[in-house]
């Protein structure tokens, strides 16, 4: 599977605007509170925030060595379709359209939703996340080109809000609250149960430093940009995620935030009054917008090479005239719209962050096939093997921890995948049925096609 140089639309900004798009969004401005009632220390909620980046780096640096050897569209389903086996790789588009995408889309959208009802308070902040999809939605059917241009747009809002919101906040911030109430050992609080089961509600907040990859096919130059992307990217959000979080904790205390959504609006409402912080929920839900549109222009780009893959689904891969996938989108937006309707936010936190973290150690772990088997990739990550052994061995840890703080969501999640399983045992059936090996025909020549462009 190829992608000629005129179909690759997105330069090195766009690819990185995408990820910075993603990742700033719903957590930084949502989670601290929810952290918060796991974690009672200022000092241990700003390390876990950095540690949340010192993981997500070591997974960037592991995937742009994927991406840099395997520059198409498609993340985790096109590593580990080639690299480990089909089924995992249709394991984890299936993971990625509900716990990747859709939910994620769902969550923002509604977050934005509370924040612009911080706003205008007769709005139904459901109706806004219903619209905010839809139109979102509409605007990526109409063209890739067409969206990176108001993404692109978008992110630059945002970033300007965010700089707005540190340099306000630290010059407007009390010194009152820094870091004061921290007197018990902090290297035992890293391993205590609620600690890591904190890390993953953290490791949502960044998801989003893999998102270039799954638009590969449409970078230019993605051998150089692709890898660029990913690092500079998720340096720049870890580098803003503490920021904001240390004006968090100077401006309101613990017990001001425990359990609190909008923090962004309470922090700006706490400093300069209603007024303030209202015009500055506006703010933020100018910057979900830019995550709900990123979310809905990357995910779609998946169900294409399913669809490409496996003739049952080959309807998602159809595309319209601007080389937009039209059903693609639409599902997504369905499903988003369904779980908006139907699902409670936190529960929904820990649901995208325990099934999305299974795929990516698995993905990362692909970085220790390519060495085994002597490929060679443009990009080398550094420090091999430390680098991708601390991403897979830290989320390994968190999961454990996880699995018994949030039995319920960790249950879902194992839900979907066996779904998933199940899903992809029928689609066998129906090729072979069929007199079809096309799958195993894709990936076999794939990744052959790929070795030999290599060496």
């Not at 960037?60 to 089909?86: D, T």
């Not at 970078?219 to 890898?227: A, E, F, G, H």
């Not at 935030?257 to 500055?280: H, P």
């Not at 088997?373 to 093997?385: A, D, E, Q, R, V």
Request: hydrophobic content about 50%; charged content about 10%; aromatic content about 14%.
């Amino acid at each position: 599977m190829s992608h000629n140089t005129a179909s690759r639309k997105l330069g090195y900004f766009s690819a990185t605007a995408i990820i910075i798009a993603v990742m700033i969004g719903t957590g930084v401005f949502t989670l601290t509170g929810f952290i918060a009632q796991n974690i009672s220390s200022q000092t241990l909620i700003i390390a876990a925030w950095g540690l949340g980046g010192v993981i997500s780096l070591c997974g960037a640096l592991s995937y742009a060595e994927l991406a840099s050897y395997m520059p198409e569209s498609g993340g985790e389903y096109y590593f580990l379709s080639r690299l480990m086996h089909p089924s995992i790789g249709f394991l984890s588009g299936w993971v990625s359209f509900i716990a990747g995408f859709s939910a994620p889309v769902a969550a923002s959208a509604v977050a934005l939703g509370t924040y612009s009802s911080a706003f205008w308070n007769s709005i139904n902040p459901i109706s806004v996340a219903l619209i905010s999809v839809i139109i979102l939605s509409i605007m990526h059917i109409i063209d890739t080109k067409f969206g990176s241009y108001i993404q692109n747009m978008l992110t630059l809002i945002k970033i300007l809000l965010i700089f707005f919101f540190i340099s306000i906040g630290y010059f407007g911030a009390p010194e009152k609250n820094v870091f004061m109430n921290n007197h018990e050992n902090h290297f035992n609080a890293f391993f205590h149960e609620d600690f890591l089961a904190s890390m993953l509600l953290i490791s949502y907040a960044y998801a989003g430093w893999n998102m270039a990859a799954y638009i590969g096919g449409e970078i230019k130059n993605p051998k150089k940009n692709l890898p660029l992307s990913l690092i500079t990217g998720t340096l720049f959000v870890a580098f803003i995620y503490i920021l904001i979080n240390i004006i968090y904790l100077k401006v309101l205390t613990i017990n001001d935030i425990k359990g609190v959504l909008e923090i962004g609006y309470l922090s700006m409402k706490t400093l300069y009054g209603d007024s303030i912080g209202r015009w500055f929920s506006l703010g933020i839900s100018i910057a979900l917008i830019s995550m709900i549109s990123a979310l809905l222009m990357a995910g779609p780009r998946i169900y294409m090479m399913v669809g490409n893959d496996y003739k049952i689904f080959k309807l998602l891969s159809i595309k319209t005239s601007r080389d937009t996938p039209i059903i693609s989108i639409i599902l997504q937006a369905s499903v988003a719209i369904i779980l908006i309707i139907t699902m409670s936010y936190e529960s929904l936190l820990y649901y995208i962050g325990f099934t999305l973290t299974i795929f990516s150690v698995l993905a990362v772990s692909c970085v220790f096939l390519l060495r085994a088997n002597g490929h060679n990739s443009n990009f080398k990550t550094p420090l091999y093997p430390l680098v991708p052994l601390v991403f897979i061995c830290s989320n390994l840890l968190i999961l454990f921890y996880t699995i018994q703080k949030k039995p319920i969501e960790s249950t879902i999640g194992f839900v979907t995948i066996v779904t998933g399983f199940i899903i992809y045992i029928f689609a066998k059936s129906y090729e072979q049925s069929s007199k079809t090996t096309y799958p195993q025909k894709v990936a076999k020549s794939s990744y052959s096609n790929t070795t030999k462009s290599s060496k």
